[in-house]
């Protein structure tokens, strides 16, 4: 089944999609994306991957293509001609080209962004069993750049990290900045010690992620104890668990850092209760 994708205002087959080989996102990854998880045909947390985009796209002085009204439709279309029932709708929105390569942006007034959307069908993604398994994780220096809080087209070092981890037979990558865990390649990361779930802090460092902040929310509403302060993969090492939190993952249990086994090795009971508790409540919400 060849699916439908949106392409610049038109749903169109995906081998027919074209963007142009001057378009910024193409020559400088000057873009930004989202990823909207669906679970039984619904869009998870639309909203709150609305507002981060608004706010990738003004960090960068990018305009929006469209109205969030509109945006929304095109979702609830894409996943509802493809048939999505378990899945993911990718968003990425560049900053167009006024036609041949530059380091200078394009005059806002007279180059409209491009905005692209396709989706990914993933059956069984809330049961998946890499979670009933649980994750394998290695630690790597984190030498990205400093505004990790914009979620931009700019994945080349985390897929770099991602790959460092298939090759010693493990699942993903911590990044580690002056001795303190920043984020997982294309995740938020946790440990749990004596019952209380511990997890950086927001600033420029990480992506303010939108799993992170309804997964805190519905912990502290649960009476779990949250604090938000770096730790190193030492102390990492001797937490009693440790998970990651996705919109395409949801809350993913670690059971190994660095060669390190997390408890008895099996997924902790505080990651496997927030996911629970997440997808339950999620689903509740779901547009």
């Known amino acids: ?20 080989i001057f378009d910024r996102g193409f020559l400088m990854a000057d873009g930004v994306y ?10 998870i947390d639309f909203e709150g991957h609305a507002v981060r985009l608004e706010r990738s796209l003004n960090e960068l002085d990018m305009g929006m293509p469209c109205t969030m009204d509109e945006l929304l439709e095109i979702h609830r279309e894409l996943v ?42 993933k059956p069984g993604m809330a049961n998946s069993a890499a979670s009933q398994k649980g994750a394998k994780i290695i630690s790597i220096e984190d030498i990205r750049w400093g ?22 037979g493990c699942d993903d990558a911590w ?26 802090g927001l600033s420029n460092d990480i992506l303010h992620g939108i799993t992170r902040a309804a997964v805190l929310r519905m912990a502290k509403e ?14 990492a090492k001797e937490a009693d668990e440790a998970f990651t939190t996705s919109a395409s993952a949801f809350v993913m249990p670690v059971v190994e850092i660095d ?13 496997k209760r927030l996911r629970e508790i997440y997808l339950d409540e999620s689903l509740k919400k779901a547009i």
């Open 259 to 271: 060669g390190a086994t997390m408890g008895d090795g099996t997924p902790g009971p505080i990651a």
């Open 34 to 43: 989202e990823v909207t998880s669906v679970l039984q045909g619904k869009l």
């Open 80 to 121: 509802r001609v493809n048939e999505i029932d378990e899945g993911l709708v990718y968003l990425q929105i560049t900053r167009g080209s006024d036609g041949d390569r530059d380091f200078a942006f394009p005059d806002p007034e007279t180059t409209k962004p491009t905005l692209v959307l396709f989706t990914q069908s």
């Open 175 to 200: 990044m580690v900045e002056e001795g303190f865990v920043t984020e997982g390649t294309s995740n938020n990361a946790y440990i749990v010690k004596g019952n209380k779930i511990i997890t950086r």
């Open 147 to 168: 505004r990790r809080d914009i979620k931009t087209v700019q994945l080349l070092y985390p897929s770099m990290g991602k790959m460092m981890a298939k090759k010693v």
């Open 1 to 20: 089944m060849t699916r439908t994708v949106f392409v610049n205002g038109a749903y169109v087959p995906e081998n027919e999609a074209k963007i142009s």
């Open 222 to 235: 649960a009476q779990m104890e949250v604090e938000e302060r770096s730790f190193t993969i030492e102390e």
